[in-house]
């Protein structure tokens, strides 16, 4: 007679992996408020402007001469800015729409 066909490796369910402390998203990172969020991207967006603004100032003076360098830094200052001021109009319109709720 035949022996049943017999699987080298059974195949098991999958068991969920234990949740350890580094794999925790939050343990990771700091808890941090919406306040000083806010004002670390403030002052990033400060600096990359500041950054920009000296680039340019390097160039138009001759102590650089590294155009796509300038570039770079005013397109990225540009790019925080827009997005920045994104982000005031969407708090902006959400402080709005609070106010139109009535209770």
Do not use: C, H
């Amino acid at each position: 007679m035949t022996d049943p066909i017999q699987m080298p490796n059974p195949i098991e369910p999958v068991k969920p992996a234990a949740a350890t402390p580094q794999a925790t998203p939050t343990a990771a990172v700091e808890a941090k408020d919406f306040k000083s969020i806010l004002l670390d991207s403030l002052d990033e967006v400060n600096r990359l402007q500041t950054e920009a603004d000296r680039g340019v100032q390097q160039l138009l003076t001759g102590e650089t001469d590294n155009v796509a360098e300038v570039l770079a830094a005013v397109n990225k200052a540009g790019v925080a800015f827009d997005l920045l001021m994104e982000i005031r109009n969407k708090l902006t319109d959400a402080y709005r729409e609070i106010q139109e709720m009535r209770l």
